[in-house]
Structures are given as structure tokens and as C-alpha cells.
């Protein structure tokens, strides 16, 4: 499967943004999803996951209550939706496919994931 990540950009402190994740080559049913980000400097870091399903989703201490994550099978897409975002949000955001039957072990993992899209850039400014 191929995944593209889009909807980046800069935000103030306290704005909104949503980012989409295409993928393509195979049904996106098939697999778990998650978003990663990396800042500046920084380690790539798990944000948010979501079954296969969409039944259960699970976030990042940092995050919760602020960003929702969610997908449309039908529409071979999955969103990160942000709220409330602030200049620490700032880093490129990844999606990543994981085909794994440990997905509720390993969700927030890099290691865990097969597929990789290309980032897409959130720039919050303060």
C-alpha cells in the first residue's frame, strides 16, 4: 500500500487543522493506521492509532483530548483531525499502515508499522 499524507500548514496557537491520509494499491480496510510526528531535532514520535475497524483508537498523552483520529474504508482515507494546537505541535506528521495481529501491543511503535507515507509539514506559530 502507498500513503500519502497531506493538509499540512501553518496555524496560529489555538487553530485547527486536519490532516488526510490517502493510501492506494490496497484496501486501507486492511490495515491498523496510525500518525507519527517529527520535530526539529527530535525523535519521530507516536500521535494517534486506530484499528482496522475504526472500533478503538488510541493517542499520546500529548494530544488527548485535542486531536481525533478517525477513517472512511469506503474512501481508502484516515484524518487527524487537530484542535487547540500549540507551538510544540510543530514537526512533520507521517502515517504508517501495520498489518500486525500485536497492533494493540505495539500501536505506538515505530517498529510496529509496515508502511510509510511521506510527511507533511504543521507549522504552529505562537
Known amino acids: 500500500v502507498q500513503l500519502q499524507a497531506y493538509g499540512g500548514g501553518l496555524v496560529q496557537a489555538g487553530g485547527s487543522l486536519k490532516l488526510s491520509c490517502a493510501a492506494s494499491g490496497r484496501p486501507v480496510r486492511k490495515y491498523h493506521m496510525g500518525w507519527f510526528r517529527q520535530a526539529p531535532g527530535e525523535e519521530r514520535e507516536f500521535v494517534a492509532a486506530i484499528t482496522q475497524t475504526g472500533a478503538t483508537t488510541y493517542y499520546a498523552d500529548s494530544v488527548k483530548g485535542r486531536f481525533l483520529i478517525s477513517r472512511d474504508n469506503a474512501k481508502n482515507t484516515v484524518w487527524l483531525q487537530m484542535h487547540n494546537l500549540k507551538p510544540d505541535d510543530t514537526a512533520v506528521y507521517y502515517c504508517?499502515?501495520?498489518?500486525?495481529?500485536?497492533?494493540?501491543?505495539?500501536?505506538?511503535?515505530?517498529?510496529?508499522?509496515?508502511?510509510w507515507g511521506h510527511g507533511t509539514l504543521v507549522t504552529v506559530s505562537s
Open positions: 504508517a499502515a501495520d498489518r500486525s495481529d500485536l497492533f494493540r501491543i505495539h500501536h505506538n511503535s515505530q517498529s510496529g508499522y509496515d508502511y
